[in-house]
């Protein structure tokens, strides 16, 4: 980033070793904007792994990282509502991109993406092709259970009374929904709000989101995996 514009980005898989994982992301970035590393001033980490990093100068947290990038993106959101593979956390913000109040889900994956991904294995689904199928729901079914263990076993119960996958990825989807907006609450929910992470990117989580959370209208980041980055990004400016 330069001057408030993104001149370069790029998404690497972490694997285990996250710092060459980090250095590959960089050099592709740097690629596409026809940049030198030389070129860059500062950089900065977020993330699980930012401590992780030796060539950045600084890190910022998670929180402070997404309610930089989101009010960025949208100067007028207040509320963002982040959703990834290992993690989700509600944060409240000002204008500034400060974060007022923030709760994280991180004890349980039901929470999370990987809940997701262990209900797409159980239906014998691919995991880009849940949310799609959860839209043609055609009834909601409860899913009682608060772990994804044994929301797991209640998903192969239900394959196994013949209930339609449709419906079964619907109550997975509206199962994350009640856990993730139990969390907003918790920070206060405000309707300028928007979605980031890489679970943004799931229809059936989206829409199941909606109704749980009770609002017609919500933002979803046009690149919701980028967004923490971008906060990274604004938090080395500053």
Do not use: W
């Amino acid at each position: 980033m330069e001057d408030g514009k993104i001149k370069g980005k790029a998404m690497v898989l972490s694997g285990f070793d996250q710092e060459e994982s980090a250095r590959e992301a960089l050099e592709q970035a740097l690629k596409e904007a026809g940049l030198a590393r030389e070129a860059i001033g500062i950089i900065v980490t977020t993330g699980n792994g930012r401590k992780a990093i030796s060539f950045a100068k600084g890190d910022v947290t998670e929180a402070r990282a997404a309610a930089l990038g989101a009010v960025f993106l949208y100067p007028t959101a207040r509320t963002v509502i982040d959703v990834g593979a290992e993690e989700s956390r509600a944060i409240k913000c000002d204008a500034t991109g400060k974060v007022l109040d923030f709760a994280v889900n991180e004890k349980c994956a039901a929470g999370s993406g990987a809940f997701t991904e262990a209900m797409a294995r159980a239906l014998e689904v691919p995991l880009e092709e849940l949310g799609p199928l959860s839209l043609r729901a055609t009834q909601t079914i409860p899913m009682n259970a608060q772990c994804a263990v044994f929301a797991e076993s209640e998903v192969i119960s239900l394959i196994h009374s013949k209930t339609e996958k449709a419906d079964i990825a619907r109550a997975v989807h509206d199962g994350l929904s009640s856990r993730v907006v139990a969390m907003v609450r918790r920070v206060g929910l405000n309707t300028e709000l928007v979605l980031i992470g890489g679970v943004a990117h799931n229809p059936g989580f989206v829409e199941s989101f909606k109704r749980t959370v009770g609002l017609d209208d919500v933002r979803t980041a046009a690149e919701p995996d980028f967004v923490g980055a971008i906060g990274a990004a604004l938090a080395a400016a500053e």
